[in-house]
């Protein structure tokens, strides 16, 4: 039987990741994601969890650890913020060349410098092209049930998986969240069969230098060069968009939740315009929605919960059919506009959709955004001319 416990997003990650029976756990402590760590330290020295615990002396070695982890069979998990997630960075690229199914809880947080411990989304942005896939949630049922989900994806793809979710917003905020049983997690999840590539009495060279062009190997098989690795993993990545939407369906079968798949949608059904976001910013896009609504204007929100791969399909079709399009995000590409505005502008261009089209950055460093600062620039967006902007800077969209 499941039971409702009232949890942050944090706790939510640990329960979620001991219930998909991880086997190995490694991560350094960093605000604000460091209860999920210590939640799960707690449940391996008490017993509830039959899993090994490694303490490690950086970010780095935490994402290293895990890929070794990984490599000889394991379920692994960690989880990291801001420029702790950064330091792992060249271990990120690592875990997904080497085609592993590591799951990682992104706890999002401003990167510094200047310091700040506050939510924004520029840490995971920032990894968008280390060819993880990246889910992001909007509150902490979605934190539990997304982690569950991940594994599922992971072990199919042989792609590593972020769950990200907003610092403080979320991770620090109680909220009612569904815990299910260990039957109907393991029943959804089965016991992971990985391929150990280190196996006692067998020698292998793991990731060796590759040239760039195809090679027999001494069997005389011809493999692949550097480019056709690469080639490989982002078909796959791209692939995996089925995958995603597939096991949310059976995630609903199972436990009676649907989180939208690839994007989720909110009052569309005769929207003439929409709001797009991701995480927790788009569940407070859908107040303003509300607001716009009744002074007239027809207003939905289009959630993005799978970032990379980019759901451009499924993008297209939601908002083949509205006059305007308005994007808040918690980042920016800076010298450019934010990261899912440019992506996706270049799908509804790519595709042939000619809309109205407005992007801001909003949130940074933890300013709060109101339902009401949405609505103002949104309807300065709708009713004017479209423009790239910042929400709240100097007290003002700018």
Request: overall charge negative; some cysteine.
């Amino acid at each position: 039987m499941s039971e409702v416990k009232i949890i942050t997003a944090n706790e939510a990650a640990a329960e979620a990741a001991a219930l998909c029976r991880v086997q190995v756990i490694a991560a350094y402590p960093i605000t604000p994601q460091t209860p999920v760590t210590e939640e799960l330290a707690a449940m391996v020295e008490r017993g509830d969890l039959k899993a090994e615990y490694l303490t490690v002396e950086s970010e780095h070695s935490a994402m290293a650890s895990i890929v070794g982890a990984s490599q000889v069979g394991a379920r692994v998990f960690t989880a990291s913020s801001a420029n702790g997630l950064l330091y792992m960075h060249e271990m990120l690229h690592w875990a997904a060349g080497s085609r592993l199914p590591v799951v990682l809880a992104c706890v999002n947080r401003g990167v510094g410098a200047p310091w700040t411990i506050l939510n924004d989304q520029q840490d995971s942005i920032s990894q968008r092209d280390t060819g993880w896939i990246q889910l992001y949630c909007r509150n902490n049922q979605e934190v539990l049930d997304t982690i569950i989900q991940a594994y599922r994806i992971a072990e199919q793809t042989l792609i590593p998986v972020m769950v990200c979710y907003d610092g403080f917003v979320l991770s620090h905020t109680n909220m009612p969240v569904e815990v299910p049983s260990q039957d109907e997690v393991d029943r959804f999840l089965p016991p992971w069969q990985g391929q150990g590539l280190l196996e006692s009495g067998r020698f292998v060279n793991l990731n060796p230098l590759i040239l760039s062009e195809p090679r027999p190997d001494a069997q005389g098989n011809l493999m692949p060069g550097y480019m056709e690795l690469r080639h490989r993993l982002h078909e796959d990545v791209l692939a995996s968009l089925a995958v995603i939407h597939h096991t949310d369906e059976e995630f609903q079968e199972i436990f009676g939740r649907s989180w939208g798949g690839l994007v989720w949608r909110y009052r569309m059904d005769d929207a003439e315009h929409a709001l797009v976001s991701m995480g927790s910013l788009a569940l407070e896009a859908t107040r303003a929605a509300d607001s716009l609504r009744v002074q007239g204007l027809r207003t939905g929100v289009i959630g993005v919960r799978a970032y990379r791969p980019f759901p451009a399909s499924a993008l297209v079709q939601a908002l083949a059919a509205v006059k305007t399009v308005t994007v808040f995000e918690k980042d920016v590409s800076y010298g450019y506009a934010g990261a899912l505005a440019t992506d996706l502008k270049a799908a509804l261009f790519d595709a042939g959709v000619s809309v109205k089209f407005s992007g801001f950055v909003a949130g940074l460093g933890g300013r709060d955004v109101a339902a009401g600062q949405i609505v103002q620039a949104a309807t300065d967006a709708i009713l004017n001319e479209p423009r790239y902007g910042w929400v709240d800077v100097r007290g003002s969209s700018t």
